[in-house]
């Protein structure tokens, strides 16, 4: 009978250290909008669905070396403790991404969350970067207007095709269109989508600049090699300037990885590219980059891999689950 109330006591106590220790990395977060990745996977994932490659079956027996597809919450504190999360990309992954946003916000206990964000921006239609919208549907969350920001191309195709259409006419969500370079406001942080040339066969494609109060992010999940932005597009180290920290696509890392196709048959830029790019940018310590949009042949998936050991080398990072960038 003695034990019991001793238990509760160390309980409590214990209960207590958690609750300070929560309370201060909450408000050490609480300053500004910060950003939190919640994937850095190609659309396939990893492992990507049905292969088995190396890489891809060491992520099914090592937990620690799966990964979501791309994608990330824009986390900005409110009144009344209540923050806003924007999702950056609906992912077919998305179920695991609402998951990983729990500690974030509350959630009403037993029932479903009709509400879990309080909007969503898309980069362009192709399947791991907007099929996890179906899940605000109907059959599943049934968010009642949920705003989702694109490109009017892009909100053309979610209106006009099924199943999306069915969202919209449902008003599951709301479309909000912008035109690409036109900032808009989301709670303070100042959002420019930044047209970039890509496959569109349903939509265009941006990338988005997320200006905070004292940093700026730009996310750059999918983009053709480097060396076909021409005219009108701008040079492409141009949309780096004024950015603090850039995440960037790393599909590929060197051609070596695709054998039977030519270098200039690859639609991304590779990572090798990208660092000469951007290596008097990073040798300067103006600019951060982190590699995202990873394929699952990427060497730099490795751990021990010469290609992750030489982007390191070069001052680069393969982007984490889980990271943060304060915006503020
Ligand atoms: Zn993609
Ligand atoms: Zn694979
Ligand atoms: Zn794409």
């Keep these: 009978m003695q034990r019991a109330p001793r238990r509760g006591l160390v309980s409590c106590l214990v209960c207590l250290v958690f609750l300070v220790m929560a309370s201060t990395g909450a408000r050490a977060q609480e300053e500004g909008p910060w950003l939190r990745v919640l994937g850095t996977a190609q659309d396939g994932g990893i492992p990507h669905a049905a292969c088995t490659c190396r890489r891809c079956e060491a992520a099914r027996t090592d937990p620690a070396r ?14 009344d403790e209540h923050r806003r999360v924007y999702l950056v990309d609906a992912t077919p992954d998305i179920r695991d991404q609402l998951e990983s946003l729990r500690d974030v916000r509350d959630a009403p206990v037993g029932r479903v969350d009709r509400d879990p964000v309080d909007g969503v921006l898309l980069t362009h239609a192709h399947l791991g970067h907007y099929l996890g919208l179906a899940f605000f549907g109907f059959e599943a969350v049934s968010t009642t207007r949920l705003p989702v920001h694109c490109t009017p191309a892009m909100a053309e195709y979610l209106r006009s095709n099924g199943p999306w259409d069915q969202l919209v006419r449902l008003e599951n969500i709301a479309l909000h269109s912008h035109r690409v370079g036109e900032p808009f406001d989301l709670d303070g942080v100042r959002i420019t989508p930044i047209l970039v040339p ?3 066969e349903y939509s265009d494609t941006v990338a988005y600049r997320f200006e905070g109060p004292e940093r700026t992010v730009l996310y750059l999940p999918d983009t053709e090699p480097w060396r076909t932005w021409e005219a009108p597009l701008p040079d492409p180290a141009s949309i780096f300037e004024g950015v603090d920290v850039a995440i960037v696509d790393g599909s590929f890392y060197s051609p070596d990885e695709l054998p039977g196709r030519a270098v200039s048959a690859i639609g991304h830029p590779l990572m090798t590219e990208t660092m000469d790019l951007l290596a008097r940018r990073v040798g300067e310590g103006t600019l951060e980059v982190f590699f995202t949009h990873l394929n699952h042949s990427n060497p730099a998936l490795e751990p021990d891999s010469d290609a992750l050991k030489e982007i390191h080398r070069r001052g680069f990072h393969v982007l984490e689950e889980g990271q943060v960038f304060p915006l503020e």
């Design 66 to 79: 799966r990964r979501l597809i791309a994608s990330l919450a824009l986390i900005v504190p409110g009144e």
């Design 198 to 200: 890509h496959r569109d």
